[in-house]
């Protein structure tokens, strides 16, 4: 089980990826947990749901065939291909043009949208409902979350998928999603993890509730904590 959400804005493009790994719908520990963004030769990060053993077995096999990178359609040709013999789904992204192309079930996905996603259909539709609630959400309880973005490319949708993926990984409503969030955003070279701070803080004693700011900077990636 699995959510990988990624999104094009002005040029800049990131993805964000839960890293629970499940055997039969049964969630595994956490020393099971894995990655399911790859950066690949060619400045290019593919993203996967489905199995991690035959997903990491085509990302090898794709170093072995194309060590210096290939052509958009090679890419799209060979990860179409595994897609359609590992019934893994994939989304590759192209760090130069900017570029989301996503795979499913051995056929590339068509649509004109800025936003695309893999795994689990009832965590994107949290997913969006959590972004469509953002901004109008006030924090409460005791504690609050900030996470602070270092160096990300100015436009880059990082810190707002960020944002939103940790809701739903700490959503205890969905299942299928959990571990940690990892992040990537292009370069001009290609794709780096994001480096970012996730911080526990309380919230200061003088502040009463009617205070108590608005969730709607995208720097200020806020998720209360009541326990």
């Known amino acids: 089980m699995t959510l990988v959400v990624a999104r094009t804005t002005n040029g800049r493009l990131a993805i964000a990826a839960d890293t629970l790994v499940s055997e039969h719908d049964v969630p595994l520990s956490a020393r099971n947990w894995v990655l399911k963004s790859i950066c ?24 072995e065939c194309y060590p210096h990178g290939t052509s958009c359609a090679a890419v799209l040709e060979f990860f179409e291909k595994s897609s359609a013999e590992t019934n893994n789904d994939y989304i ?20 004109i949208s800025q936003t695309h ?8 539709e949290r997913f969006r409902e959590y972004e469509h609630d953002r901004g109008r959400q006030y924090e409460c309880g005791r504690a609050v979350n ?4 270092a160096d990300e490319m100015a436009g880059s949708p990082a810190s707002d998928l960020y944002s939103i993926m940790r809701s739903i990984v700490v959503d205890r409503n969905v299942k299928s999603v959990g571990g940690f969030v990892s992040v990537l955003s292009n370069r001009d070279i290609g794709f780096r993890f994001a480096v970012y701070s996730d911080a526990l803080f309380d919230w200061p004693l003088e502040l009463s509730e009617n205070q108590i700011p608005k969730a709607t900077d995208k720097h200020d990636l806020l998720a209360s904590g009541e326990n």
């Open 40 to 63: 690949l030769p060619g400045g290019i990060c593919v993203s996967f749901s489905g199995s991690p053993e035959l997903a990491w077995k085509s990302f090898r096999h794709y170093r």
């Open 117 to 124: 996603w893999i795994g689990d259909k009832e965590a994107f």
């Open 146 to 149: 900030a996470a602070w973005f």
């Open 92 to 111: 590759i992204a192209f760090a130069a043009t900017a570029k989301l192309v996503t795979i499913r079930g051995g056929r590339r996905a068509t649509g």
